[in-house]
């Protein structure tokens, strides 16, 4: 796992044994935290590397280790896993700090969504640490940030849109179909009733597939206009701008 520090081979390498195994390198000092701390409180990031807050005595880094000098408030740091790891919140504060916008508003408004995050939560830590690097961004995420967003290519989808000019979308908004079943929208612009969906690996077994389109035929009775995207559509800039276009068309520009 690193330096001096083995695991069986048959072990599943989770976050659970990715937080003790660095706990054992650090010899107790580190404290976990970034993406790794994100996967020990069960949320999902855009990045996977390993981040090490350490007191200046700490023992050198090991390669595959991204260490940072520091310390933290006492209520910053939770004990997990038998190890030190930065809080929710924090953790949060930490990945809005990285660039690009938008994977730092993805981490964080899944963080916000496994731990019940809001935003007054995130702004105690920016009026606690005015000065810190990348304090800039941080405030632009808690702009962007929707605590109800479900995965990070939720996120990713609305940022596509809203940031290319399109009205901020209501997230997991409700709607009652006529067989009286309820049914969640990603993305909804309630006025226009228009929708957004994010077809994910999971909408493209059968049993998505029939669910879907139920729910579509439902959806269609009440006047929902729903808009299929797939990862493509959000993650090509030119493929980005005509959905943006697109969906600009239907519920009007902000």
């Known amino acids: 796992m690193h330096p001096d520090v083995y695991v069986g081979s048959a072990v599943d390498v989770d976050a659970y044994v990715r937080v003790r195994a660095l706990r054992v390198w650090s010899r107790g000092d580190g404290i976990v935290a970034g993406p790794l701390a994100a996967a020990a409180w069960d949320a999902e990031c855009p990045w996977e590397d390993s981040e090490l807050i350490v007191p200046e005595h700490a023992r050198a880094p090991a390669p595959d280790v991204r260490p940072r000098v520091g310390e933290l408030p006492l209520d910053e740091v939770a004990l997990l896993f ?3 790891v930065t809080t929710p919140v ?3 504060f930490d990945l809005a700090r ?3 916008l938008v994977d730092a508003v993805a981490a964080v408004d899944a963080l916000a969504f496994v731990c019940r995050l809001s935003v007054d939560d995130l702004r105690v830590l920016v009026d606690r640490h005015t000065g810190a690097r990348g304090i800039v961004q941080v405030r632009r995420v808690l702009e962007l940030m929707d605590p109800l967003a479900e995965s990070c290519m939720e996120t ?4 596509a849109l809203v940031l290319r000019g399109v ?6 908004f409700e709607v009652v179909l006529p067989s009286g079943k309820r049914a969640r929208l990603d993305l909804a612009w309630p006025h226009a009733k228009v ?4 077809d994910g690996p999971e909408h493209r077994t059968i049993t998505g597939q029939n669910r879907d ?3 579509n035929e439902g959806l269609d009775e009440l006047g929902w206009d729903v808009v299929h995207v797939t990862s493509a559509m959000v993650l090509d800039p030119r493929a980005a701008d005509r959905l943006a276009a697109r ?7 902000g």
């Open 82 to 84: 038998d190890a030190w």
């Open 90 to 92: 924090r953790t949060a």
């Open 98 to 100: 990285r660039p690009p």
């Open 156 to 159: 990713r989808t609305r940022l």
């Open 167 to 172: 009205p901020a979308p209501v997230s997991q």
């Open 195 to 198: 929708a957004v969906e994010y």
């Open 213 to 215: 389109a139920f729910r």
């Open 247 to 253: 969906i600009g068309r239907k519920v009007g520009r």
